[in-house]
């Protein structure tokens, strides 16, 4: 079992600039089913290997997608946000950071009464290592399959706890950036719960904020 994400989750990618490229690439070269990506205007074409649609619906549509991955820029971001709530998708990861926060404290009082999840914004994304199932921009080479869980607010700081668990032979079982705005869609308490829910996961390290 995994936190999250699974073998089974099939991504779409929210703003498939160059960042959102860079790390489709490294998800695919994981192992990760990233399908689609969504840029509107840029719908039909192929970017690498990954073919582009205007809006999440068509994704979902057509992608039969489950994940969304967002690198929209900021004063965006949030539309994005609730474009893939709108599409239903279960799961919600948004790297953006500097989102303003009056545009968050829409997301969360739409979030109140929704079936999805958003991790972020402003994180490093989700893992799950024994699934090879990456949404998010942490380097893969520092996880190592195991049975430690990560929550962390900090991105920088969990690749670093990341890669001595690793050295230690300590290998992990699913890392969960929450993300370090002020507000954020999941609480490093409903984080640890999932971990607490999960019969793979035999330790947590919660790593906090500088």
Known sequence: MSVLMNKDSRVVIQGFGGAGQREAATGIAYGTQIVCGVTPGRGGEVINGVPIRNTVEEAVREFNVNVSLIFV???????AILEA????LPLIICITEGIPVLDMVRVKRVLRNS???LIGPNCPGVISVRDR???GIM????YLEGNVGVISRSGTLVYETV?????LGMGQSSSVGVGGDPIIGTT????LQLFEEDPDTAAVVLIGEI
């Open 73 to 79: 820029p900021a004063p965006f971001a949030a539309d």
């Open 85 to 88: 709530e709108r599409a239903g």
């Open 115 to 117: 079936a999805s999840r």
């Open 133 to 135: 199932a990456r949404a």
């Open 139 to 142: 380097p893969v080479d520092v």
């Open 163 to 167: 890669d001595q668990l690793t050295r």
């Open 188 to 191: 490093q308490r409903e984080a």
